[in-house]
């Protein structure tokens, strides 16, 4: 069982398009992220969420909205895709908001055209 | 505010040898968390040790081990006898321990193990 899934793996568009990116986790964990990884592998991150709730929104464009139905699940939507936002997002979850270690989904890489 | 600094861009080392990965720190909490993740050529990240700001002993997990210096700042991971597939990128990363705190990496450093 995969602990921290994410779909798509791999996504292709256009600029202008809107699309999202699913992330769920089986671990009972609290807490929830989203990652960017740019292409000279840099991680930095842009969310996190907390039981549902929002905790942590860093300096990231307002076309980008998170969404947690659950615990267990926070979905990324990017709305009017821009060639900069080619990147590798990650998905990750520790079980609270200050303790333990982060675990990762495999990253989602979005290719902008 | 914190900030981790990885000044090996890469680093080049014979298959069986020992290798330290350096990584410094700044931070003006007195607790917080230091962390190493391990992403291959296929993407994932795999942590791989944790090292805590009060923790007495160095960490150490497996070929893995966590000098951690901490009047210096440094908490460089050394990986004893290397083998091929410990060719990776390397990221040190740091999180407060109080409130709601992120995980910040560091730019990361490519290692290669030659056969």
């Known amino acids: 069982d995969t602990a921290v899934s994410q779909t798509p793996k791999y996504l292709v568009t256009q600029m202008g398009n809107d699309k999202s990116i699913k992330c769920e986790q089986n671990l009972g964990h609290d807490t929830m992220y989203w990652y960017k990884q740019d292409s000279k592998k840099f991680l930095k991150i842009m969310f996190s969420y907390n039981n549902k709730e929002l905790i942590i929104n860093e300096t990231v464009p307002n076309r980008f909205s998170p969404k947690s139905p659950d615990k267990a699940h926070l979905n990324l939507h990017i709305n009017s895709l821009e060639l900069g936002d080619s990147a590798v997002y990650f998905c990750?979850?520790?079980?609270?908001?200050?303790?333990?270690?982060?675990?990762f989904g495999e990253g989602s890489r979005l290719t902008v055209l | 505010a914190q900030k981790i600094t990885q000044t090996q861009p890469g680093m080049f080392v014979q298959e069986k040898e020992a290798v330290t990965l350096d990584c410094t720190y700044d931070?003006?909490?007195?607790?917080?968390?230091l962390f190493w993740y391990k992403q291959p050529s296929s993407g994932e990240m795999i942590f791989l040790i944790y090292q805590g700001s009060y923790d007495q002993q160095n960490a150490t997990e497996g070929r893995y081990s966590l000098n951690f210096q901490k009047a210096r700042k440094s908490a460089n991971l050394v990986i004893s006898a290397s083998q091929l597939g410990d060719s990776a990128m390397y990221f040190c990363?740091?999180?407060?321990?109080?409130?709601?705190?992120?995980?910040?990496f560091g730019q990361g450093t490519r290692l290669t193990i030659n056969p």
């Open positions: 990363a740091m999180r407060r321990i109080q409130g709601a705190q992120k995980l910040v």
């Open positions: 990750a979850s520790s079980p609270t908001l200050n303790t333990g270690e982060l675990f």
């Open positions: 931070t003006s909490d007195p607790s917080y968390g």
